[in-house]
């Protein structure tokens, strides 16, 4: 039923914490999923730098952002600024190249506060790779929620169960939140041969502990499931599971925050970048993360 246990690597970005799931050396995609980041949960000082990441370029990707508590401030270079809290989505497309940046509103930081919630990055199709970037906000309303047996699922992106949430996917996946009771118990989207299912799927505890076919799952875990697994999912404890999944787009470069079928590609994304020919965003112009050497 297991294809594979993935433990979450603890990280430190400059003064914050996440848990890099994805990619994995055993494991670098779930369908188009090729990087998943646990941020948090952490809770800032009145007055610490909290969230503050410097503008920094993307190629051949979709970004998403999702909270479970506090707030983020995201600029790019098509001119968007907009907070994003929880429940909400962020859904940026870099394509053919994008910029931004995230960080806490300083009258956040003045008061301090908690932050825990989500990235992940979604690899575009080839054909798709090269798209106009794109910026979109969802508020909650634009994600299908339902509540029943004390279990709460919100559909974050994607398609799952006859649903379809607002976020513009390029390529068939699903992303969905729960909130889960002692003993709550929800199952996946079907496997491959299914209606409504998909190739590859896998759930990441983001708190709390789960059973699986006798078996106990934790926090900081993502479960990678066999294709033609029917697994059912029970809480221990009060516990926040993503379930995501999707067709896979085929093979793909990672480096730094760029993501690509082409290495020419890659080179030139890395160029620019250290040549200053991408834009920066509009309202954060002072700084930026040079290119890693």
């Known amino acids: ?4 246990i993935i433990e979450g690597r603890r990280r430190d970005l400059g003064g914050f914490e996440v848990s890099r799931i994805l990619p994995h050396a055993q494991k670098r995609m779930v369908g188009p999923f090729i990087f998943l980041d646990q941020m948090g949960p952490a809770e800032f000082a009145a007055g610490s730098d909290a969230i503050n990441v410097r503008p920094h370029p993307h190629i051949g990707l979709s970004t998403l952002t999702y909270l479970f508590e506090g707030e983020i401030m995201h600029r790019d270079s098509l001119g968007y600024t907009q907070p994003i809290r929880p429940g ?11 910029v931004h940046s995230e960080r806490t509103d300083p009258l956040k ?10 990235q992940a990055w979604v690899a575009l199709p080839v054909e798709k790779e090269e ?5 979109t906000h969802l508020g909650e309303e634009a994600q299908p929620s339902d509540q029943s047996n004390g279990v709460f699922t919100r559909l974050v992106a994607g398609e799952a169960f006859g649903e379809r949430a607002g ?3 390029e390529s068939p996946l699903y992303y969905l939140h729960y909130e889960l009771p002692t003993g709550g118990r929800f199952a996946p989207p079907p496997g491959p041969g299914q209606a409504g299912g998909y190739a590859e799927r896998s759930i990441y505890v983001a708190a709390g502990s789960v059973e699986i076919d006798h078996q106990r799952y934790h926090t900081g875990q993502m479960v990678v499931f066999a294709a033609h697994a029917d697994p059912v999912i029970t809480a221990l404890e009060p516990s926040t599971v993503m379930s995501l999944g999707g067709e896979p787009v085929g093979e793909r470069l990672i480096w730094w925050n760029f993501v690509s079928s082409s290495q020419e590609r890659m080179d030139q994304a890395k160029a620019d970048w250290k040549a200053g020919r991408m834009t920066l965003p509009v309202d954060d112009t002072l700084e930026f993360i040079p290119l890693p050497e």
């Open 131 to 135: 798209i106009a970037p794109s910026f």
């Open 167 to 169: 976020t513009p996917v």
């Open 1 to 4: 039923m297991i294809e594979r």
């Open 88 to 98: 909400e989505v962020n859904w940026m497309t870099a394509g053919s190249g994008i």
């Open 109 to 118: 930081k003045s008061q301090g506060g908690p932050m825990h919630g989500m």
